[in-house]
């Protein structure tokens, strides 16, 4: 079947079973203001790889995959009201030290988004400085979208006023982010991609809630 498929559909089988990308190819499907970004955890640390058209680099992150998933965990307290539902509310209050209540601003913490924001790309802000990510991780990360890092110190850790949030540096802000299924797939999903045909611009929105 697979060989069927790699002989009548190649541009699937490329999709579904990406072959293990170079560091030199990827740059050749890099545009020059994109930044491939891989981050892999590991139990005692984690580790992140940066590519762009010109360079390449990668560092050791101090965050093993236990650290990882705490900080992810108490972030995702912050942005999601299910989480303080149940059982996995009471891990939510351990987790942000805070309590929470329905229809009240939900305790993001501002220090700990930076914390790790810090901790994965102190070392490589220069290299993605003005690029869109192209981002593909691993283990806990996964689960977190990073455009909530936040790239500068905020004055208040846990703010109580919404105002506080609107003037935080998040990296959504400063980058473009694309979440890839993994670093293979960017030659798939680059050979597939067709030149659009639309005749109007569109802009989606999409309801949080869901």
Not at 115 to 133: C, E, M, P, Q, V
Request: aromatic share 6%; with cysteine.
């Amino acid at each position: 079947i697979d060989a069927r498929l790699a002989k009548d559909f190649p541009q699937y089988a490329a999709l579904a079973n990406p072959q293990p990308l170079s560091i030199p190819d990827a740059q050749r499907l890099l545009g020059r203001d994109e930044a491939l970004v891989f981050i892999v955890s590991r139990p005692d640390q984690s580790m992140i790889w940066i590519v762009t058209k010109e360079a390449a680099d990668w560092a050791e992150v101090p965050l093993g995959e236990a650290q990882l998933a705490r900080d992810v965990a108490a972030l995702r307290c912050g942005l999601d009201p299910a989480a303080w539902r149940g059982a996995s509310a009471d891990r939510c209050q351990r987790l942000v030290n805070a309590t929470y209540r329905e229809g009240a601003l939900l305790p993001f913490e501002l220090a700990r988004a930076h914390a790790l924001y810090d901790a994965l790309f102190s070392r490589h802000k220069d290299l993605i400085d003005g690029k869109h990510l192209l981002v593909a991780t691993s283990g806990p990360l996964a689960t977190l979208p990073l455009a909530v890092l936040v790239t500068e110190r905020s004055a208040a850790a846990l703010p109580g006023d919404p105002s506080a949030y609107a003037a935080a540096a998040w990296l959504g802000k400063r980058h473009a982010i694309t979440t890839l299924p993994s670093i293979a797939s960017l030659g798939s999903l680059r050979a597939t991609a067709k030149a659009s045909a639309a005749v109007k611009p569109f802009i989606g929105f999409g309801n949080p809630l869901l």
